[in-house]
């Protein structure tokens, strides 16, 4: 019987190339780093329901990679607490490895709609214009979303700035690459037909290391920039290239509605004696708190970097709008201005949740103008910090459990009215044009409740494991078993089926044996055979029976 070999044979064939996918898999597999996050910078965040997530840049881990780049996206769940002050517990964060085209290798930014993340900015795919990588943040899966509109080329955007506003609205303008012109527009209000749009009218401004802010102001929204280099003209000196600053005083305003750039001049301002207006800086971050009532808007920044001085930033201002007003604001229990030297932080990103928790996301933090962290794990250095928009509290802890934003004293000192809102300063002090006028005299309702659950979402997602081809070995034994269960089950019934064929008798001269058609099995090889296909008669007398008489004698007639 020749089954048994070659079933055995097909078994091992097919183990063999189970494994050797088990190998290729394993290779493919990139396992996030165990320990706890000590640091992250230039990368990309955004909040989307109760999750923060950031991705791309360098991280540094507690007895793990140090200084670099790492193919995961990373969550918080913020509806849970945990502690912000020092490194971050590996048991506050999870991850799920990001497709080799997702951007990870870039600062670019993030752009979202509903539950999912639209990844902007991939230097490994700068020449691909009508596709953007995704995240399907409720079902924790990569995929790719079609552009249905325009031709752009991405590019890397480092040092970009961009805001996410509206209805599934995403703007990026300026950075470090390629000198990227206008600024590009992405739709994603109806997530089956996305498109985007570069702006290239007069005014966009050129700019690098800015920050710009959604504000639910005007017809459809506006946007409000500051800060950053002027890229327009690079001044040189015996360090090298470089550009110069813009002023904290210019604000940068976008109408969404006419798609138009306008400018406020902030240079007549009388700063009140409790602050003043910000030194030129770039590499800051910034969020927006909107006061109960929504009679006014507060752009708070934190930190930042000045190339001609050397040295970062610690310090806390709010820009309110529509009063254009800064004010420079004293924080509690920040225990970096401890610290000895004059400590600050740049390329952080800051997300607002719930409208007051202001999240900072990482940071170069720098002495001086040296770093001081992301090539060791120092407490006192923590990557994420959490800042009380209300009560300017840097906590120790993030706690979800706060209540809803109100104006803080410090700020409605200035504009008036009180903590629930009712500002009575509307504009700048040396007031609006006719078009400003328009644009900051109406405001666009509150979004709807945003989405705050998931249905198989990221907190079923994968913790670090020790052992990477266990991981995915585990998940194919089973073929493996299934298969070998299946050859045995064929073998034996096969068998069976064999057993079960009648046994037809060897003087039997029909051909039908049970209803069925039975061939006549070769005849043994004899000695003095005749050779094949040759007949011979014999003619043999034979008796018969007495009552038969005169019957014809019968003759039998072989074939060999």
């Not at 189970?18 to 493919?28: G, H, N, P, R």
């Not at 000590?38 to 989307?48: E, F, K, W, Y």
């Not at 004696?273 to 800086?281: H, V």
């Not at 029976?545 to 003759?555: M, N, P």
Request: aromatic share 10%.
């Amino acid at each position: 019987m020749h089954f048994l070999p070659v079933t055995s044979l097909w078994l091992l064939f097919n183990i063999r190339f189970i494994l050797c996918e088990v190998d290729e898999l394993a290779k493919k597999e990139i396992l996030p780093q165990n320990g706890d996050l000590c640091s992250i910078q230039d990368h990309r965040s955004a909040i989307v329901g109760n999750h923060l997530y950031f991705m791309g840049g360098e991280y540094t881990f507690q007895g793990g990679d140090t200084a670099s780049t790492e193919q995961h996206i990373y969550w918080l769940d913020l509806t849970k607490s945990f502690s912000v002050g020092g490194v971050l517990s590996s048991n506050s964060f999870n991850s799920t490895q990001a497709p080799d085209d997702s951007g990870w290798q870039a600062t670019g930014a993030f752009f979202t709609s509903k539950s999912t993340l639209y990844s902007f900015g991939t230097p490994s795919n700068s020449n691909v214009r009508d596709s953007l990588p995704t995240y399907d943040t409720a079902l924790n899966q990569w995929g790719t979303a079609r552009v249905a509109e325009g031709s752009l080329n991405l590019g890397a955007r480092h040092m970009n700035m961009h805001a996410t506003g509206g209805p599934g609205l995403g703007f990026i303008t300026g950075g470090g690459d390629a000198d990227p012109k206008g600024m590009i527009q992405f739709n994603a209000s109806d997530p089956s037909r996305l498109s985007w749009v570069n702006h290239t009218g007069e005014n966009v401004p050129n700019t690098m290391g800015a920050s710009m802010q959604y504000i639910r102001m005007g017809r459809e929204g506006v946007l409000i920039a500051l800060g950053g280099y002027d890229t327009t003209v690079p001044l040189v000196d015996l360090a090298g290239r470089y550009y110069p600053t813009r002023s904290m005083t210019s604000i940068m305003v976008y109408d969404i509605g006419t798609s138009t750039w306008q400018a406020c001049s902030l240079t007549q301002y009388n700063v009140i004696a409790t602050g003043t207006i910000p030194s030129d800086r770039s590499e800051f971050c910034s969020a927006v708190s909107a006061s109960p009532d929504d009679s006014s808007f507060q752009l708070t920044i934190y930190g930042g970097w000045s190339l001609d001085r050397g040295k970062a930033y610690t310090d806390v201002y709010v820009l309110t709008i529509p009063s254009f007003r800064w004010t420079q604001i004293s924080t509690n229990n920040d225990a970096e201005t401890t610290l000895p030297g004059i400590t600050g932080r740049k390329s952080m990103t800051c997300e607002i949740y719930n409208g007051r928790m202001m999240i900072v996301v990482g940071s170069d933090v720098r002495m001086g103008d040296t770093q001081t962290n992301g090539k060791s794990c120092n407490n006192s250095y923590p990557p994420i910090r959490v800042l009380d928009t209300t009560t300017f509290e840097w906590l120790d802890h993030f706690t979800p459990s706060r209540t809803a934003y109100s104006v803080p004293e410090a700020v409605y000192n200035v504009i008036g009215g009180g903590p629930s809102g009712g500002a009575t300063t509307m504009s700048p002090q040396s007031g609006f044009n006719t078009t400003l006028q328009s644009i900051f005299s109406r405001n666009l309702p509150r979004p709807s409740t945003p989405i705050t659950s998931f249905p198989s979402g990221p907190s079923q997602s994968s913790k670090p494991s020790t052992n990477r081809k266990g991981r995915v070995a585990g998940a194919v034994v089973g073929s493996i078993l299934a298969l070998s269960l299946l050859g045995t089950l064929i073998f034996f019934w096969i068998g069976a089926r064999r057993r079960r064929r009648p046994v037809v008798p060897e003087n039997a001269m029909s051909n039908e044996v049970g209803g069925q058609e039975w061939q006549k099995p070769e005849l043994p090889n004899v000695e003095n055979e005749v050779k094949r296909g040759e007949m011979r008669n014999v003619v043999e007398p034979l008796e018969l029976d007495a009552g038969y008489g005169d019957a014809e004698r019968r003759s039998r007639v072989e074939m060999v």
